[in-house]
């Protein structure tokens, strides 16, 4: 299946009451460990990519053909969505212009007034090429690519006034940061969630930070219309655990087990786990 926006999947996920997950990816175990996953449990799927992650790659036409190659050459038949993460807006237009399918514009930092401008004129150039957008307001904590937010909570008036303008969905912070949450975390704050909702209907709501987040507030944020949840920093640290496992047993002196393809299995292995761990978790099997 060609790459698809993600528009329909995350209206869907609004009426069946269960989230997609954004997994973001980083190279080609990622992406290939994230789609297989997707394919065996039947789950539709968001490839996140941050605009480190793109330029890591070696830039936004090497994603897009790689993702595609996989679709084409590993059968990939559930619907697949490549997301731009936290885009500028320089690099919105970036990547509609090398086809990825959704993009998020990251205006959270701007007035709302200025974010309201950039956002509708985004719009209109998403949507011109078929292209699903998410905005933000209120900045998520935590650090993504050295810029670090603050975890301030959404203003549900602001939350409308940028729904109002045509986007598919969208993020609101309500106390969720990247990265790993620290012990004080005083856990995501519903009464805003809640009162985004009832200002901005059936939008599917977008839940970033979801490393480290306990399920049942997983839950709970999905009754109250959150369709997307992103996940990046757990998939990093299961990599790098069962990786460092290997070369600590010595498995790369061992035989040919220096080979990138061996050495990098077991952290394969353990995306594909985590991955299928969420998806469950957010009720996205059997939903594609
Ligand atoms: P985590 O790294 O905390 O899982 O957050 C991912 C995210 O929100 C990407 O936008």
């Known amino acids: 299946m060609a790459l698809v926006s993600a528009t329909e999947m995350l209206q869907k996920a609004v009426e069946g009451h269960y989230a997609v997950g954004q997994f973001n990816i980083n190279n080609l175990e990622w992406t290939k460990a994230i789609l297989l996953t997707a394919q065996e449990v039947n789950s539709p799927v968001i490839l996140g990519v941050s605009e480190g992650a793109g330029k890591y790659m070696g830039g936004y036409d090497v994603v897009v053909n790689m993702v595609k190659g996989l679709i084409k050459d590993q059968n990939i038949t559930v619907p697949v969505a490549l997301h731009l993460d936290h885009g500028s807006y320089d690099h919105c237009y970036k990547c509609l212009e090398a086809g990825f399918s959704s993009i998020m514009f990251d205006g959270s930092h701007y007035s709302i007034e200025e974010n309201v401008e950039k956002t509708t004129e985004l719009v209109k150039a998403a949507h011109d090429k ?45 106390g969720n940061i990247h990265g790993k949450y620290p012990a004080n975390w005083k856990g995501l704050q519903f009464d805003v969630l809640a009162a985004v909702q009832e200002k901005t209907g059936t939008l599917p709501l977008v839940l970033h930070g979801g490393t480290g987040i306990p399920d049942d507030m997983i839950k709970k944020a999905i009754t109250l219309g959150v369709a997307k949840i992103n996940v990046n920093t757990e998939c990093q640290l299961v990599f790098a655990e069962a990786t460092r496992k290997y070369i600590e047993a010595g498995k790369d002196l061992e035989g040919k087990g220096f080979d990138p393809r061996k050495l990098l299995a077991p952290g394969y292995e353990a995306i594909k786990a985590k991955v299928k761990e969420k998806m469950e978790l957010f009720g996205s099997v059997n939903k594609a």
């Open 130 to 174: 078929g292209v699903s957008i998410e905005a933000e307001v209120g900045s998520i904590g935590g650090e993504e690519d050295g810029v670090v937010g603050m975890g301030e909570c959404a203003d549900p008036a602001d939350c409308k006034k940028i729904a109002d303008l045509g986007v598919d969905f969208l993020a609101a912070g309500i």
